[in-house]
């Protein structure tokens, strides 16, 4: 008998009754007597001076992990509560109590690298050979290249001190205006009042004046609370400039560089090879405006369905389509997703207040994750399911790991979400009964491409020149929607006959604190995930363990000697994106070759 699996995640498995629980409120009221012990032991922690002073450290390191495992269990569980329910006021208070405790042991933190960056390189590379220390090599490596990028510890601890109320609360801003936001249309014959997200899916609607309406409303939306949207962005992007220039950093991605663990001349080789590649993309967008019957293809119907019957998953049907094609790949990956769909790890439902997008969280105390979407049958969103899947398999593939060497960067951490997408979206096509289903299900193979080539490119591009004219002042919103739309015409090379002005204001991943530049990773990931499927395809079920080896390696190398020790690839040279950019070239080839032959 097939288990039937929920679309609403269970939370109170960690902490019973939301916002309102006694068991996450003892939780964050002991999290204060360990954060103040903390706190002491920073302060009371010395510049090693001897080789000797490796158990020192090696205690400091346990006392980070638990403090750390700590105040990450509530934070991913408060991020749940604000996510499923936007009108969560009780939440929103808890978010900003732990981000106060969060500042703080991150301060701590700062205060011993600096110190570990004041030690005498002899006395550091004689520690680093300690056998208590030598697994956390690269970590500490990390740290003290850090440390040397700041500022005072004095400074710095004011910065982090600042940035909750002046910072990392713009973000938290963002979202409660866009939780605000509503829309009234007609659906399917049935009138609806819509969130962002619920809104958001109908971009793949099938009725295109369904598609327009909701773009056109939600386009009006997003311009009525302009004045406020450019204001959070000018305050993000002012906060982040300036303390770049206080540390003397005169590039906007040095920081998102160092936080991806890669070059510039990895990130360049990157762009300019899909640059000069997009051809291909524009001709399948160009095939697709001619057939939904237009001149040219509007921003309303990129995601569009083009046949009549674009097939439809249920949350079941979904799920056990996604359980079929990890288990060709390997058993430990289709386990592991079946256990999370048993155990209620995912919140699918489609209703009302739920912030758009999705995401999956760590709860590293209890050693699970949490996948958060609105699911509403398209095949894009089975991929969407199985990409989150892919996070929280990463997760799980770098458990016997020390939990100080699981923090993976943003970039390889779209390697796994990426590959597992690519596993569904493979065999979707490959499993086609019928032409137009199979050219439905490519096609949606080939808007990934768009997304990550195009669509991504130009939020890169719109990033770059912003902050560069941010420099100078304040960005008028009527300025931010030119930018945006001038980096979305360079973006889809011309490809679109319309574009999104506001699209400034309605990308959550602009107003993101924690990580800036929150765009150019995932096409990283997308077509780095694509050189390990190539192989995976070539070894079949025995690759999986290789996979995972790669996997628990991302925390503890930079991009550069990840490529080269498990693919070995320079990932400098535009060569090897090219490779993975073909592939993705024959997808479009074969839907226009589809699509243009005579029955």
């Known amino acids: 008998m097939t288990v039937k699996f929920s679309e609403v995640w269970d939370l109170d498995v960690l902490f019973p009754g939301g916002s309102n629980s006694k068991e996450l409120r003892l939780h964050m009221d002991n999290a204060e007597p360990k954060l103040n012990e903390f706190e002491a032991l920073a302060r009371g922690f010395k510049v090693p001076a001897s080789k000797e002073d490796a158990q020192q450290v090696a205690r400091l390191l346990q006392e980070v992990k638990n403090m750390m495992l700590h105040l990450h269990q509530s934070d991913a569980f408060i991020g749940c509560l604000m996510a499923q329910d936007t009108e969560d006021k009780k939440a929103a208070l808890l978010q900003s109590e732990a981000s106060s405790m969060g500042a703080r042991f991150q301060s701590a933190v700062q205060k011993v690298q600096q110190d570990l960056a004041k030690t005498e390189d002899g006395i550091w590379a004689s520690l680093l050979e300690d056998g208590v220390l030598r697994e956390f090599s690269f970590l500490l490596n990390e740290w003290r290249e850090e440390a040397k990028m700041q500022l005072s510890e004095k400074e710095e601890s004011l910065i982090t001190v600042l940035s909750v109320d002046g910072y990392h609360s713009w973000s938290q801003l963002y979202d409660m205006l866009v939780g605000e936001i509503k829309i009234t249309m007609t659906v399917d014959g049935e009138e609806r009042t819509l969130s962002v997200g619920q809104a958001d899916n109908l971009s793949s609607h099938k009725e295109a004046a369904v598609r327009q309406e909701s773009y056109e409303k939600l386009e009006a939306a997003w311009t009525e609370k302009e004045e406020f949207f450019a204001k959070t962005l000018n305050s993000i992007a002012g906060f982040r400039l300036a303390t770049y220039k206080k540390r003397g950093w005169e590039n906007p991605l040095q920081e998102p560089l160092h936080i991806n663990r890669m070059k510039e001349e990895t990130l360049n080789a990157m762009w300019g090879a899909i640059s000069k590649n997009k051809q291909p993309f524009v001709d399948y967008l160009n095939k697709k405006g001619e057939l939904l019957g237009k001149d040219g293809l509007d921003w309303y119907d990129v995601d569009a369905p083009v046949t009549e019957s674009t097939q439809q998953f249920s949350y079941q049907e979904g799920a056990e389509f996604i359980l079929k094609h990890f ?63 892919g996070h929280a398999f990463h997760t799980y593939a770098l458990r016997p790991v020390h939990s100080l060497n699981r923090s993976y960067a943003m970039n390889v951490a779209e390697t796994a979400s990426t590959f597992a997408e690519m596993i569904v979206a493979d065999a979707s096509v490959k499993n086609a009964e019928t032409k137009e289903e199979k050219i439905a299900l490519l096609e949606d193979k080939v808007q990934r491409s768009v997304a990550f080539f195009m669509n991504i490119h130009s939020r890169f591009l719109f990033e770059t020149r912003f902050y560069e004219e941010r420099k100078k002042g304040v960005v008028s919103a009527g300025r931010l929607s030119e930018l945006m739309e001038e980096a979305q015409q360079e973006g889809f090379a011309g490809g679109l006959s319309s574009s ?72 400098t040279q535009e060569a090897f994106w090219e490779k993975g950019i073909a592939l993705c070239v024959k997808d479009a080839e074969e839907f226009i070759a589809l699509t243009s032959s005579v029955e």
């Open 327 to 389: 288990k060709k790949f390997g058993p430990e990956l289709a386990e592991f997703a079946e256990q999370a769909f048993e155990k209620g790890w995912i919140e699918a439902e489609d209703r009302p207040n739920k912030r758009p997008g999705g995401f999956c969280t760590g709860l590293p105390l209890t050693e699970e994750s949490r996948i958060f979407m609105t699911y509403s049958g398209s095949m894009s969103n089975v991929a969407t399911l199985a990409h989150e899947l």
């Open 500 to 571: 999104h002005p506001h699209f400034w204001a309605s990308k959550l991943h602009f107003y993101i604190t924690d990580v800036p530049f929150y765009n150019f990773p995932y096409t990283f990931g997308y077509l780095f995930s694509l050189s390990i499927y190539a192989k995976a395809l070539e070894e079949g079920t025995g690759f999986e363990e290789k996979y995972m080896a790669l996997l628990r390696d991302t925390a503890i190398m930079t991009a550069e000697d990840l490529a080269m020790k498990h693919l070995g690839e320079d990932i």
